[in-house]
């Protein structure tokens, strides 16, 4: 049962990025050993496949909706795009955002959204416009200091009401949709968002008293620098990222999961992931040192006991002048997000702002520019999940880390077993994306 009114009829709707040429080979141009180029930008953002009609390509294929007058329509948004929070907004309409990343929320009546790298959001449409064409459209939202180097493409599609009428005018656009750069008006949505804390949902936010880890991890823009004595794997890198100072690389001989399952540890991956960076400074501040700018890489997790409860303070940098978002996804767990804000955390102040009423229970959330996030939650899913910021860029250059989850002492507090028709991991996964074309090829014969 929906806690709210049950819509007339469900639609997914998909936010994603056209890149020209082959993204495979432009990524791994970029992060050749020395290389200056960065990791490259889409090209174009798609509303269900197509960009819509703003290009030239798309303008035949754009997506359309067709709805009926009077009916309601539960849109269930997700945001495939790798690289960009997106705003998103429909001519003429509200949209009321009823969920996110699977949890119902509190009711959000507004003429606009913005949702996050890999966010899903529940939103409800009440289709009662004047009959006609409205566009759905949707742009990036951008928290950088620089209106270049970005995708200004316009993603639209377009909704469209079934009866009888008649209209020569292009569908109209949603003027209400915020532009690129508008920080306040993506914060003042982000801001509005509350567990739906009912009778029949409620939240368990875990107390103060019963944290067992505490950690703050820094969020950073880096380098990497080789000395001969960092060993000959170590590799020249001007683009780094780094959570507590330590750049995230993935192990080449077998997988954490396989490794921790066979108890087998070193040298897949090491268990001496800190609580706390290496040095504590001036996070917001512009300036930079040798000791800010500078990371090393490992592979490196945190150990859990099951059941534990874990808060982390998640405070973004500006090491380099690389102060952006960082929306951090953690993978196996839903968390509670207590709070969030702007300049370095205050431990004393800070806390007494937390949300422990209604906070909203999300796998998802944004760590601001030169700002801080609070979250808590319970490490009671036993494995090895991946944590990291959802914007790729940042993934791909080292900004994540993994926790083990230790087994709970039964079998349903257990890690499962590998499954018996698990594929071997002798052929390599890039075999299967290089044929690609030639598995579509065989597949039509």
């Given at each position: 049962m929906?806690p709210?009114?049950e819509?007339?009829e469900?639609?997914?709707?998909?936010?994603?990025?056209w890149?020209?040429?082959?993204?495979r080979?432009?990524?791994?141009?970029?992060?050749?050993?020395?290389?200056t180029?960065?990791l490259?930008?889409?090209?174009?953002?798609?509303i269900?496949?197509?960009?819509?009609?703003?290009?030239?390509?798309?303008?035949n294929?754009?997506?359309?909706?067709k709805?009926d007058?009077g009916?309601?329509?539960?849109?269930?948004?997700?945001?495939?795009?790798?690289?960009a929070?997106f705003?998103?907004a429909?001519?003429?309409r509200?949209?009321?955002?009823v969920?996110?990343?699977g949890a119902?929320?509190?009711?959000?009546n507004?003429?606009?959204?913005?949702?996050?790298?890999?966010?899903t959001m529940?939103?409800?449409?009440?289709?009662?416009?004047?009959?006609g064409?409205?566009?759905m459209a949707?742009?990036?939202y951008?928290?950088?200091?620089?209106?270049?180097?970005?995708?200004?493409?316009?993603a639209t599609?377009i909704l469209?009401?079934n009866?009888?009428?008649?209209t020569?005018?292009a569908?109209?656009?949603?003027?209400?949709?915020p532009?690129y750069?508008?920080?306040a008006?993506a914060?003042?949505?982000?801001n509005?968002?509350?567990?739906l804390?009912?009778p029949?949902?409620?939240v368990?936010v875990?107390?103060e008293?019963?944290?067992t880890?505490?950690?703050?991890i820094?969020?950073?823009?880096?380098?990497l620098?080789?000395?001969p004595?960092?060993?000959?794997t170590?590799?020249?890198?001007s683009?780094?990222?780094?959570?507590?100072?330590?750049?995230w690389v993935?192990?080449?001989?077998d997988?954490?999961?396989?490794?921790?399952?066979?108890?087998?540890?070193?040298p897949?991956?090491?268990?001496d992931?800190?609580?706390?960076?290496?040095?504590y400074?001036?996070?917001?501040?512009?300036?930079?040192?040798?000791?800010?700018?500078l990371?090393?890489?490992?592979t490196?997790?945190?150990?859990l006991?099951?059941?534990?409860t874990?808060?982390?303070?998640?405070?973004g940098?500006?090491?380099?002048?690389?102060?952006?978002n960082h929306p951090m996804h953690?993978h196996?767990?839903?968390?509670?997000?207590?709070?969030?804000?702007?300049?370095p955390?205050?431990p004393?102040k800070?806390p007494?702002?937390?949300n422990?009423?209604?906070p909203?229970?999300?796998?998802?959330?944004?760590t601001?520019?030169?700002?801080w996030?609070?979250?808590?939650f319970?490490?009671?899913?036993?494995?090895?999940?991946?944590?990291?910021c959802?914007v790729?860029?940042?993934?791909?250059?080292?900004?994540?880390a993994?926790?083990i989850?230790?087994?709970?002492?039964t079998?349903?507090?257990?890690?499962?077993?590998?499954?018996?028709?698990?594929?071997?991991?002798?052929v390599?996964?890039?075999?299967?994306?290089?044929?690609?074309e030639?598995?579509?090829?065989k597949?039509?014969e």
């Amino acid at each position: 049962m929906f806690p709210f009114p049950e819509p007339d009829e469900e639609e997914i709707i998909v936010f994603g990025s056209w890149y020209l040429g082959n993204l495979r080979e432009r990524v791994e141009e970029s992060l050749q050993p020395g290389s200056t180029e960065t990791l490259p930008q889409s090209d174009a953002y798609t509303i269900n496949g197509q960009p819509g009609d703003f290009l030239p390509c798309s303008i035949n294929a754009t997506w359309r909706r067709k709805v009926d007058h009077g009916k309601t329509y539960l849109l269930r948004l997700v945001n495939a795009n790798i690289d960009a929070e997106f705003f998103f907004a429909i001519a003429e309409r509200n949209l009321t955002v009823v969920g996110l990343d699977g949890a119902y929320t509190k009711p959000i009546n507004s003429r606009y959204i913005v949702v996050t790298p890999g966010q899903t959001m529940d939103v409800l449409l009440y289709a009662n416009s004047t009959p006609g064409l409205y566009y759905m459209a949707g742009r990036q939202y951008l928290s950088t200091t620089s209106d270049t180097g970005f995708d200004h493409m316009n993603a639209t599609a377009i909704l469209q009401y079934n009866g009888n009428y008649t209209t020569t005018d292009a569908p109209l656009f949603p003027e209400h949709l915020p532009m690129y750069m508008s920080q306040a008006e993506a914060f003042n949505f982000t801001n509005q968002i509350r567990s739906l804390a009912s009778p029949e949902h409620p939240v368990n936010v875990p107390k103060e008293s019963e944290i067992t880890t505490r950690m703050f991890i820094t969020a950073s823009m880096n380098s990497l620098y080789c000395a001969p004595d960092l060993g000959p794997t170590c590799v020249n890198i001007s683009f780094a990222t780094s959570v507590n100072n330590i750049s995230w690389v993935n192990p080449t001989t077998d997988s954490i999961l396989q490794a921790y399952y066979r108890n087998i540890s070193n040298p897949i991956y090491e268990t001496d992931f800190p609580d706390q960076p290496p040095t504590y400074f001036n996070f917001t501040d512009g300036g930079t040192t040798m000791s800010t700018v500078l990371t090393v890489q490992g592979t490196k997790v945190k150990v859990l006991d099951y059941n534990e409860t874990v808060e982390i303070v998640f405070q973004g940098t500006n090491v380099m002048g690389g102060a952006v978002n960082h929306p951090m996804h953690l993978h196996g767990h839903s968390f509670y997000v207590l709070g969030f804000g702007f300049g370095p955390f205050d431990p004393v102040k800070d806390p007494k702002g937390y949300n422990l009423v209604d906070p909203p229970y999300v796998a998802t959330f944004v760590t601001p520019k030169n700002g801080w996030l609070t979250i808590r939650f319970v490490a009671d899913n036993p494995g090895v999940w991946f944590w990291h910021c959802h914007v790729e860029r940042h993934m791909t250059w080292g900004m994540e880390a993994s926790f083990i989850i230790k087994d709970g002492g039964t079998a349903e507090t257990s890690m499962l077993p590998p499954p018996a028709q698990m594929p071997s991991c002798d052929v390599p996964f890039y075999s299967a994306i290089r044929n690609y074309e030639a598995l579509i090829e065989k597949q039509t014969e």
